[in-house]
């Protein structure tokens, strides 16, 4: 039974893995075409950092990856801390709003944001509504549950009687919250905060509605290579993004790893002394 599920873990893995292994082959060939190698060179990765559209388009995505991830991780938390102080059956309803972003297909929440920028713009009486404001806005939109299902089980682990102690001990509300509740999620929304940078890195499907002419993405700007043969400094870029998502994710999940040990070895702790008491 254990070999029939390594095999199979190792099958899905495969499935998943090959496609970029061969985009990073792609990257390092000589030739055009995929299938045939023809020598080992880095000149489409020059051809990439010589590029006077990519990279410019490139570093639109990222701003607006940080911008967004930034405001999601403040608004996120914040939400957070609200619903893990509500009732049981309010907790019950928020979450459920919370989850409605993930499961609603992302053509659907796109064009609705779209409807709903152009009808904003119509009130406004703003012709080009579309542009940096409106993916900043659809950005955080989508980010935001990522973050709250991020913090949420952090302040389910967090002693809630640490806020009361810094309390008795002289800090103001305001100093108790930085000084030890963010302190004791601060795991959770390191890892919101990467999970929100990595999906509004490489959003497409919502961008596409929302963008405007004067502030385009680069996963929108890529759709339109795909129409005709992709150049070998395309499969370069999509290798370095690749390489640095998954080395996010490393990150967040090292960081998942050590605060679950730290808890472990804090609960060890106590319950020797109590052993000991």
């Not at 004791?184 to 929100?196: D, H, K, T």
């Amino acid at each position: 039974m254990k070999r029939a599920a390594g095999a199979f873990t190792f099958v899905i893995f495969l499935f998943l893995y090959v496609p970029m292994l061969v985009l990073a082959a792609a990257s390092i060939n000589r030739g055009s075409d995929v299938a045939v190698f023809k020598g080992f060179t880095l000149g489409n990765y020059s051809a990439l950092f010589k590029d006077g559209v990519l990279l410019p388009l490139l570093l639109n995505s990222v701003i607006l990856a940080l911008a967004s991830s930034l405001c999601a991780t403040v608004l996120g938390t914040s939400a957070a801390i609200g619903i893990s102080r509500m009732s049981p059956r309010l907790r019950r309803a928020a979450m459920s709003l919370t989850n409605i972003p993930l499961t609603n297909p992302e053509i659907v929440t796109g064009v609705s944001l779209a409807l709903l920028f152009a009808f904003a713009g119509r009130m406004l009486k703003i012709k080009n509504v579309m542009g940096f404001a409106t993916l900043l806005i659809a950005h955080v939109t989508f980010n935001l549950p990522y973050v709250i299902l991020s913090v949420l089980p952090k302040l389910r682990q967090m002693d809630r009687h640490l806020y009361e102690a810094a309390m008795d001990l002289g800090c103001t509300p305001l100093q108790a919250f930085f000084k030890v509740v963010l302190h004791e999620i601060m795991p959770g929304v390191i890892s919101g905060a990467l999970m929100a940078f990595t999906m509004s890195l490489d959003d497409f499907v919502i961008s596409y509605f929302v963008y405007g002419a004067e502030y385009v993405t680069l996963p929108v700007e890529i759709y339109n290579y795909t129409k005709k043969p992709l150049q070998p400094k395309i499969y370069a870029l999509f290798t370095l993004l690749f390489t640095a998502i998954l080395l996010l994710m490393i990150i967040m999940n090292i960081l998942q790893a050590r605060d679950v040990k730290k808890r472990a070895s804090g609960e060890s702790g106590a319950l020797r002394k109590r052993r000991l008491g």
